[in-house]
């Protein structure tokens, strides 16, 4: 509760994508939300009422991880937290990521990072730094991106630990079954345009085609507006990032030799939660997620991004 009196929301959108039945399955994702779900109830303080999970399994799941249904799950989030001051908002996000031509004037020759939601309308970097800069003055959004090329997620977002220093991880466990969350961009390009019939290299053609209004700010905005957007005033403060790897590296999607499946990443932050039951700083628990996955011979380094006063906070403000 801050001074005036007002309660400090805790709020969270969770989302898991196993894209079931298809050639991309995952099957790690949905557990992975459902575990952070049980570690914000019992250890952050976070309320039932104050989360959405959104997930592809089971089959009838009430609200599909869509691109549209995540993107206003996340603005109900940002719609609530306009009230107050010093709201904690989290996002956790399995499943696929990817890597698309940048639209940027001033990239080029550069490629930025996307989410994939199970109708591959995509949610790229853009999208998460628009949502960043709507947050009133004082309230935070963490987000755990447990994805393939997850380094980058959110526009401009300042690196704090980022390139990994090149030391070799042990091999792998034998019974340890691995796949990628990885979509090559041209897996993403094909499947789409198996969808609109259209003969075009041009992914944004193809996402506005299929979803109109909902696709991706990157795909609706002209060039220049979408610099003027990404130049605007921020709370430079507000966004911080825990990827799962770095933008140019895959993360693990396992199953183990019980059958449990998870997020490899994910699971690292499990394992170090559980070992420490104080409080951590973001960049603490980044750090010990790294070396929980080099430990068992993961190829992958989870980097955050966020303010140099963000790395030193508590994550999620524990209680």
Same mark, same amino acid.
């Not at 109830?41 to 997930?55: A, P, S």
């Not at 990628?180 to 053609?205: F, M, N």
């Not at 430079?236 to 999607?253: K, M, N, R, W, Y």
């Given at each position: 509760?801050?001074?005036?009196?007002?309660?400090?929301?805790?709020?969270?959108?969770?989302?898991?994508? &196993?894209?079931? &039945?298809?050639?991309?399955?995952?099957? %790690?994702?949905? &557990?992975?939300?459902?575990?952070?779900?049980?570690?914000?109830?019992?250890?952050?303080?976070?309320?039932?009422?104050?989360?959405?999970? $959104?997930?592809?399994?089971?089959?009838?799941?009430?609200?599909?991880?869509?691109?549209? !249904?995540?993107?206003?799950?996340?603005?109900?989030?940002?719609?609530?937290?306009?009230?107050?001051?010093?709201?904690?908002?989290?996002?956790?996000?399995?499943?696929?990521?990817?890597?698309?031509?940048?639209? @940027?004037?001033?990239?080029?020759?550069?490629?930025?990072?996307?989410?994939?939601?199970?109708?591959?309308?995509?949610?790229?970097?853009?999208?998460?730094?628009?949502?960043?800069?709507?947050?009133?003055?004082?309230? /935070?959004?963490?987000?755990?991106?447990?994805?393939?090329?997850?380094? %980058?997620?959110?526009?401009?977002? @300042?690196?704090?630990?980022?390139?990994?220093?090149?030391?070799?991880?042990?091999?792998?466990?034998?019974?340890?079954?691995?796949?990628?969350?990885?979509?090559?961009?041209?897996?993403? $390009?094909?499947?789409?345009? /198996?969808?609109?019939?259209?003969?075009?290299?041009?992914? %944004?053609?193809? $996402?506005?085609?299929?979803?109109?209004?909902?696709?991706?700010? @990157?795909?609706?905005?002209?060039?220049?507006?979408?610099?003027?957007?990404?130049?605007?005033?921020?709370?430079?403060?507000?966004?911080?990032?825990? /990827?799962?790897?770095?933008?140019?590296?895959?993360?693990?999607?396992?199953? /183990?030799?019980?059958?449990?499946?998870?997020?490899?990443?994910? &699971?690292?932050?499990?394992?170090?939660?559980?070992? !420490?039951?104080?409080?951590?700083? !973001? @960049?603490?628990?980044?750090?010990?997620?790294?070396?929980?996955?080099?430990?068992?011979?993961?190829?992958?380094?989870?980097?955050?991004?966020?303010?140099?006063?963000?790395?030193?906070?508590?994550? $999620?403000?524990?209680?």
């Amino acid at each position: 509760m801050d001074q005036q009196g007002v309660v400090k929301r805790r709020l969270a959108v969770l989302v898991g994508c &196993n894209y079931p &039945n298809t050639n991309n399955e995952l099957h %790690g994702c949905v &557990n992975d939300v459902l575990a952070m779900k049980e570690t914000l109830l019992t250890r952050f303080g976070f309320k039932q009422d104050d989360m959405e999970v $959104l997930t592809d399994v089971p089959a009838d799941s009430k609200l599909k991880p869509t691109g549209a !249904n995540i993107k206003a799950a996340l603005r109900r989030m940002v719609d609530k937290a306009q009230t107050g001051s010093e709201n904690i908002l989290f996002f956790h996000y399995s499943g696929h990521g990817t890597r698309i031509p940048s639209v @940027k004037p001033a990239r080029p020759f550069k490629q930025d990072e996307a989410i994939v939601p199970c109708d591959f309308n995509l949610i790229t970097d853009v999208d998460f730094r628009e949502l960043v800069n709507q947050l009133p003055k004082g309230t /935070s959004f963490t987000m755990i991106s447990d994805s393939c090329h997850s380094g %980058g997620l959110i526009d401009k977002e @300042k690196e704090q630990i980022g390139p990994f220093s090149g030391v070799r991880s042990p091999a792998m466990e034998t019974t340890t079954i691995t796949s990628s969350r990885a979509l090559p961009y041209k897996e993403v $390009l094909d499947h789409l345009s /198996s969808l609109t019939g259209i003969s075009t290299s041009d992914i %944004g053609t193809h $996402l506005l085609e299929l979803f109109g209004g909902d696709a991706g700010l @990157k795909f609706r905005l002209p060039a220049m507006d979408l610099m003027d957007l990404l130049e605007r005033e921020r709370h430079v403060d507000s966004g911080i990032l825990l /990827s799962g790897c770095q933008a140019d590296e895959t993360s693990a999607d396992v199953v /183990s030799g019980g059958g449990k499946a998870y997020g490899a990443f994910s &699971n690292a932050i499990q394992s170090v939660l559980k070992e !420490n039951k104080g409080a951590l700083k !973001n @960049k603490e628990l980044v750090i010990m997620a790294r070396e929980v996955l080099e430990r068992l011979g993961f190829q992958q380094h989870p980097c955050l991004y966020c303010s140099d006063q963000n790395a030193d906070a508590t994550f $999620l403000s524990q209680p």
